[in-house]
């Protein structure tokens, strides 16, 4: 079945830092989502992508659908407390309604 | 308040009992997906409901059940429950095509 290799596991960093995680698939996704989860809660939608080379942004977050359609990445610029939580990717093949999640990654940011 | 809402928050139960969870989907969405994230785990789908009839099945136990009901809410049975199933249980659901919304989890601890 399709796979998620979703990168980094877990990052430290400081307050103020921008940072970068991505995810890779085994198979071309027709649609990319990313999602975040704050300790104790379900998953909420952060931005998804539906197109080879979409670049979107909400607020401080970018996220882009890479041009061969087995990758994205999610940066998020200046970064604080709040950010703190898992970041899955999420992807979808074509002709499929599932979704495939990553497995996440583990943003803590140091004040 | 993401539209989606699980039943009961938190629960705690013993070894070898059965519980059962419960999900109603956003309004107008027909398909529930359930998924089990253990600590500092990914999410791992359990199985997925559309209109009334099971659509797919990830990686659920036999000693776990769903079902989907008319009115669209679903539950999620768990019996002859063991300490590992101590988990947080989510329930998503969606329209064809976009991304999943979901519910704020129910905390299962085993005892």
């Known amino acids: 079945g399709q796979q998620l290799n979703q990168s980094p596991q877990s990052m430290f960093i400081q307050e103020g830092e921008d940072v970068s995680m991505n995810c890779t698939s085994s198979?071309?996704?027709?649609?990319w989502l990313w999602y975040k989860q704050d300790p104790g809660e379900g998953p909420v939608l952060l931005i998804a992508?539906?197109?080879?080379?979409e670049l979107t942004s909400n607020g401080r977050l970018t996220a882009q659908f890479g041009i061969t359609r087995k990758d994205s990445f999610l940066n998020i610029s200046a970064s604080i407390p709040s950010d703190v939580g898992i970041y899955f990717c999420?992807?979808?093949?074509?002709?499929?309604?599932?979704?495939?999640f990553g497995k996440g990654t583990k943003l803590s940011v140091i004040p | 308040d993401s539209g989606v809402t699980q039943t009961p928050k938190h629960l705690i139960t013993a070894t070898g009992q059965r519980v059962t969870l419960r999900c109603s989907p956003r309004s107008g969405d027909l398909s529930v997906y359930w998924y089990q994230q253990s600590l500092d785990q990914g999410l791992q789908f359990l199985i997925q409901?559309?209109?009334?009839?099971?659509?797919a099945k990830g990686n659920i136990l036999e000693r776990f059940s769903a079902q989907q009901f008319p009115d669209l809410h679903s539950e999620l049975n768990l019996s002859s429950l063991e300490l590992g199933d101590s988990a947080l249980y989510f329930c998503?659901?969606?329209?064809?095509?976009?991304?999943?919304?979901f519910g704020s989890g129910t905390r299962l601890t085993v005892v």
């Open positions: 409901y559309y209109n009334g009839e099971e659509r």
């Open positions: 992508l539906y197109k080879a080379g």
């Open positions: 998503a659901s969606s329209q064809r095509g976009d991304g999943y919304t």
């Open positions: 999420a992807g979808r093949g074509a002709g499929s309604y599932q979704l495939t």
């Open positions: 198979s071309i996704f027709n649609t």
